[in-house]
């Protein structure tokens, strides 16, 4: 059983970092790939930054690439926890930001119809 819970976010100024966590509270151990999503006020869900299961592969959308580092513990009791790490934050990345998990091998990694199981989301606040 999967059910994420997001914590971490805050606000902040521009040029600051935040770390966000995403744990599986079941704690069971996960096999496919989790992703990072934001959601704007008025704006649809986006993809921010995904990492396979044994945090090998990792993919981000431009507009973060270079500040933000997604990575996911991988010993065993860790393996449910997730991070997104960002780096130089900017007011443009303001948004309630959700992790995710697939619940099955799917190669459109950014696409949100490709998870399964979603966080309540938390919120991160850049200011200018």
């Known amino acids: 059983q999967v059910q994420l819970v997001e914590s971490g976010g805050g606000l902040v100024q521009a040029g600051d970092s935040l770390t966000l966590s995403c744990v599986n509270s079941?704690?069971?151990?996960?096999?496919?790939?989790r992703g990072w999503f934001r959601q704007a006020p008025g704006k649809e869900r986006e993809f921010v930054a995904a990492i396979s299961w044994t945090g090998i592969n990792k993919y981000y959308a431009d507009s973060v690439k270079g500040r933000f580092t997604i990575s996911r513990a991988t010993n065993i009791i860790m393996n449910n926890t997730m991070y997104l790490e960002m780096n130089d934050l900017k007011p443009e990345d303001t948004a309630v930001y959700y992790c995710a998990e697939q619940a099955g091998d799917y190669t459109d990694y950014a696409a949100v119809g490709s998870y399964r199981y979603w966080g309540q989301g938390t919120q991160v606040t850049v200011s200018s």
């Open positions: 079941k704690r069971s151990v996960s096999r496919y790939m």
